[in-house]
């Protein structure tokens, strides 16, 4: 697009008058069109993500980390010696594979253990973007495998929900439903535990269930009758038996449908204030009975609901998007389990380690914390600070410095373990653990505001890989339960898959039999700082592998 600008010249005007006239017109023009480009520039800027990593300079406190029972439960699932500081990395494969082949190994089955399994899995964690899956015209909110990691569905703005075959190993689309309701965007999908039916939410007082293989015809459409103005579900979770969905509303309400007698339960998650609920998810596959919320103003809560109290609708809620309920409510007493305490700012996501105890959270404050349930906040320190600390917009404004790199920790966290490194903006980000069967746990996966996946070490707190091929936030990703891919949704309009990519540190050229070539000083530096304990070395018995 361009600027037309037309001169009208009277025939009578000298010269001299009609330059004075195209002259100061044409400064007028050139300064129109001036500060239009600069708004444009401004406007470019704001929608582009900032690409530079933030700089954290305090390193992880693993001082209490170290003796809870997720550090030596993790390190024992990826065979990591149990008494270094430090988990090894420099261990020999070709002589693991060599004692197997000669029926020397530990296993008395003359395989690898499980556990040895894991070892070798880590050795090859995504680290380059492989291709790209899908490229739309719109936002791309959700990306999420089914248990098995036979199905992938993605959730778009354009309200269309896509499901991919992912059980060869390559992705093609079997379905493609277009939903009859969506408000802005799709803003959570789960599977039923089944597998056979999804649930999505959107800027609506209601929760939508349809047919893996169905074309949306026949959606269930659970109305919530939400008293608010403009209701939005951003979190939504089947239970582990599969007849409840659970959802996080901006109203400060936890909804749970039956999806058989379609009854409505509410829980006030926070009866002083109104805030959002960000993140609600079941701490285990075992129980449907416990789950925590997270808020906007970073508290997390533990709820039971075979003890905390609700107020109760019921009525019958049809299919095919129509509804025609009759509700009675009776209000109870609600209270949480445990609260706790210590994220700066709202809490963007939730995910369980699906032992009942430990789960992890992704903040605003630009951190992800484990957190043991078992530890709550004590009531003293409940009401001590009013969160959150800093007033700031993050869907637009710059995050504050503090959060990066914060003085002092919040009175009454009890938080196990926290890291620092990725950008939480625009939107409500999220942050996983690695599959269990495939890694052990050993790693948190999350997206980052510059466009990058960030892959952190658990046990270290370090950063493992940072993954590049994105334009644009990275709201959703998903890790593969047996494979070693991962799925990244982006707000850039891109699905990409990634995988891992051999980089050799050291290059030896060919020019002789067993002749190695010197190390670069930028390569020799990055190998003496590598992170290798050596005194693990001696203690690890398959470190010579």
Known sequence: MGNNIVYEIDEGDDFNDVDEILGEQLSLAVGTVMSQLEHLERISTLERPTTQMPVIRKKPDLRTFRH???Y?????????????NRPSERWSLTRGLLKRENGIAAHPAGSFTPNQQRRIANLFV????EERLMSLEAKVFTCKFNKDGSKLVTACQDSIIRIFDSSKGTYHRINRIITDICNWSILDVDFSPCGQYLAYSTWSDAFF??????DGRDMQFHNLNAEHTRSGIFSLRFSPCGQNIIGGCNNSLIYMVDRETHAVRMINAERNHKTDINAVSFVSDQDSNIFVSGCNDGVLKLWDLRCAGSSMRGGHSSGSGS???RYSSSTARQTPVGVFKGHLDGITYIDPRNDGHYILTNSKDQSIKIWDLRMTTPNNKLNK???PLIQWDYRWDTVPREYYNPKATLEGDVSVMTYRGHRVTKSLLRAKFSPALQTGQRYIYTGCGTGRIIIYDVLTGQIKEAIEGHKDIVRDLSWHPVRS???SSSWDSHVNLNTFKHNPLLKRPSTGPGYQGSLRRSL??????AVIDDDAEEDDPEATW
């Open 323 to 325: 509804s025609n309920n």
């Open 72 to 84: 030596k439960e993790i390190k024992a699932l990826c065979a990591l010696p149990a008494n270094s």
């Open 126 to 129: 995504p680290n380059n973007k």
């Open 485 to 487: 891919e991962i799925v």
């Open 524 to 529: 020799r530096i990055a190998h003496q700082n």
């Open 209 to 214: 269930v349809l047919p893996v293989n169905n």
């Open 68 to 70: 809870t029972m997720l």
């Open 385 to 387: 600070v009013k969160l």
